[in-house]
């Protein structure tokens, strides 16, 4: 048989679908609706833990800047109030003056209707609303202004030879009158010769770096000065009354000379021994001091309003 009378031979090669898998994409589509599951038990299991007060501040956190104010507290959203008020989120960028200021209370609707808007009630009650929030931020201003001036002195006795050798006679500490600086003896090493008004070298450098810190402050300066239980002689004029007074203002002067004005002294007394710092041992050394006090000032409040 000659090759061209073979015959033809033609394969058709059916392709099957549907047989085996059918990819991977179920797979992805299983994993998210597990994924979204989890989530929504954890959410169920959140809100279930939580108290009342908690759900209404995540509420206020999450709630929509656009939403308007309302005046009722019933049936309105969120008990009447507008979550666009409160937060950083629908306040933008907030100065450390307002982050300082504590929010302003808000009047119920009980007080709304005993006290009408307009009435000259309702302008005192706003009135006292805003005097009070501005003494609780000037309040905090100053307690900040005091910590930073206790830790600047904390350093600079720490960095520079001169006061570190004597950082063993200065004790820094917060008291309801302001921030307290005392000089205070140590044996051997006082702060004025026996019996002298003028203050040694040890404590004219002591003071100047006293006066150096408080000069960046606006607060005013109270000024004691401080002697042991030692007796004065008999029938002398001049007791320790006269002596720790005289100390208290020559170290005063020492303030001033170094920068202080005369508008920031409040007062200079003499405490003797009336205040030892000691009180188990009312003649040791360390009961002879000089304290500096940088006073916690009362704002100025707006005319018809007292503090």
């Keep these: 048989m000659a090759a061209s009378d073979q015959p033809i031979v033609i394969k058709k090669v059916i392709k099957r679908g549907g047989g085996g898998h059918h990819g991977g994409a179920w797979k992805v589509a299983y994993a998210d609706f597990v994924t979204a599951m989890m989530a929504f038990f954890l959410l169920m299991w959140l809100i ?3 108290d009342p007060d908690q759900k209404r501040g995540i509420a206020d956190y999450f709630a929509p800047a656009s939403v308007s104010p309302s005046n009722s507290g019933s049936g309105a959203p969120l008990a009447g109030t507008a979550p ?8 933008g960028e ?4 307002e982050l300082l200021a504590p929010s302003a209370p808000q009047l119920n609707d009980r007080d709304r209707q005993q006290v009408p808007e307009g009435s000259p009630q309702a302008v005192d009650s706003v ?3 805003s005097s009070s929030a501005m003494v609780e931020a000037r309040q905090r201003r100053d307690a900040a202004e005091l910590h930073s001036a206790a830790e600047s002195l904390r350093q600079a006795m720490q960095d520079l030879p001169e006061l570190a ?3 063993n006679h200065v004790l820094i500490d917060e008291t309801p009158e302001g921030l307290r600086i005392q000089l205070v003896d140590q044996e051997g090493r006082p702060m004025f010769e026996p019996g002298a008004v003028v203050p040694n070298e040890r404590a004219i450098t002591l003071l ?3 006066a150096r810190i408080a000069e960046r402050l606006p607060n005013r ?3 004691a000065g401080h002697t042991d239980s030692a007796p004065s002689a008999p029938g002398a004029d001049y007791t320790n009354w006269e002596l720790s007074a005289d100390r208290a203002n020559a170290a005063r002067a020492v303030l001033q000379r170094t920068g202080i004005t005369d508008d920031r002294i409040y007062e200079v007394r003499g405490k003797a021994g009336s205040e030892p710092l000691y009180p188990d041992d009312p003649y040791m050394p360390g009961n002879r001091r000089i304290s500096v006090v940088l006073l916690r000032e ?7 309003h007292e503090l």
């Design 84 to 91: 666009g008020d409160d937060g950083v989120q629908g306040a």
């Design 221 to 223: 300066l109270s000024i």
């Design 165 to 167: 050798e004597l950082s």
């Design 127 to 129: 009135n006292e609303i």
């Design 48 to 50: 279930n833990t939580t």
């Design 208 to 210: 100047r770096a006293v």
């Design 94 to 97: 907030t100065s450390p003056r």
């Design 298 to 304: 009362a704002p100025v409040m707006p005319s018809g």
